[in-house]
């Protein structure tokens, strides 16, 4: 596929060291592609680096907290400043069962919040302050299906990624006259550590691989919104349109993380 978005030569992401956002540096490196990956964990990182130096990227890796906003911010500066950045994937992210306090505790809460919201807009803002000048670039937001109805499982996690999605919906128009594709990211469940602590049934359940090929389509497209799989997606903005005291009952029967 052709067209601005089809090719990122110098892509930025964070949370690579893991599931989803390790999926998709793999799925983007190649010859002729550098990647700029983090994560907190030293040697996933560099497992996930070194698969992708194989598969014939320039990569490079760098440990770091999202919420560390300072360093965060110098390290993109960095790496635009070495070689223009065409994407930047705001991936990071936890839920109640990432965790050591088991379901969404207070404190788990506040920090779902913090790194699932704040770690975003602290990769996101100072992405924007690069591209705008440029005119070019794109950058993706991950969110989630779980962002589309609060889930009595997972109050604060639904709530940070509902936050993500209309956020980066209303940064889509509102950086596209800056030239700025903007996509947000609502995967369904997806094989990762994060999902590996749930006891009850995922339907659809898709490996990480898949779902960074689908991410990779559609942000070569510039979608909006990258949703899948349909099913579960269906399901989703069909539980977030109707009316809550239609779907309450229904959704308090649904398992929460232990
Ligand atoms: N798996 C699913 O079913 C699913 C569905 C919808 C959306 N998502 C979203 O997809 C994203 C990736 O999740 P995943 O399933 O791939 O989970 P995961 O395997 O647990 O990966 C999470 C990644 O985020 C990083 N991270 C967490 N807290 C961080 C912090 N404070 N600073 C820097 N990095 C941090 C982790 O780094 P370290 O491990 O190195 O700390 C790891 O690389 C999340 O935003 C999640 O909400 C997942």
Redesign the pocket.
């Known amino acids: 596929m052709t067209g601005r978005f089809s090719d990122p030569k110098h892509l930025l992401i ?9 999926a998709l540096a793999r799925e983007y490196a190649a010859p002729g592609r550098r990647l700029a990956l ?4 030293g040697e ?2 560099a497992a996930v680096a070194a698969a992708c130096r194989a598969s014939g990227a320039e990569v490079s890796s760098t440990c ?4 560390d906003r300072d360093a965060l911010a110098r390290w993109i500066v960095a790496e635009d400043s070495h070689r223009p950045l065409d994407l930047v994937i705001a ?5 109640a069962g ?1 965790g050591a306090a088991g379901a969404e505790s207070a404190e788990q809460a506040r920090r779902i919040q913090a ?2 919201v704040e ?1 975003v807009m602290n990769t996101v803002f100072p992405a924007i302050e690069r591209l705008r000048p440029r005119g070019a670039g794109q950058i993706a937001l ?5 962002g589309f109805r609060g889930f009595p499982g997972a109050p604060a ?1 639904c709530a940070s ?1 509902a936050m993500v999605r209309v956020w980066g919906e209303s940064l889509r128009g509102h950086l596209a006259p800056a030239g700025i594709g903007v996509s947000v990211i ?10 590996a602590v749930n006891s009850f049934p995922m339907p659809f359940l898709m490996s ?1 691989h898949r779902a960074a090929r689908i991410v990779r389509r559609g942000l070569a497209r510039n979608r909006a919104r990258i949703a899948f799989p349909f099913p579960t997606y269906w399901a989703a903005w069909l539980l977030g349109t109707l009316p809550p005291g239609l779907t309450d009952a229904l959704l308090r029967r649904l398992p929460e993380k232990s």
């Open positions: 964070t949370g690579a060291s893991s599931g989803i956002g390790a983090t994560g907190r964990n996933r990182l770091l907290d999202v919420l991936n990071a992210g936890i839920s990432t790194v699932n770690g991950m969110s989630s299906l779980a996690y990624k609502c995967p369904g469940y997806v094989e990762s550590p994060m999902t990480a």
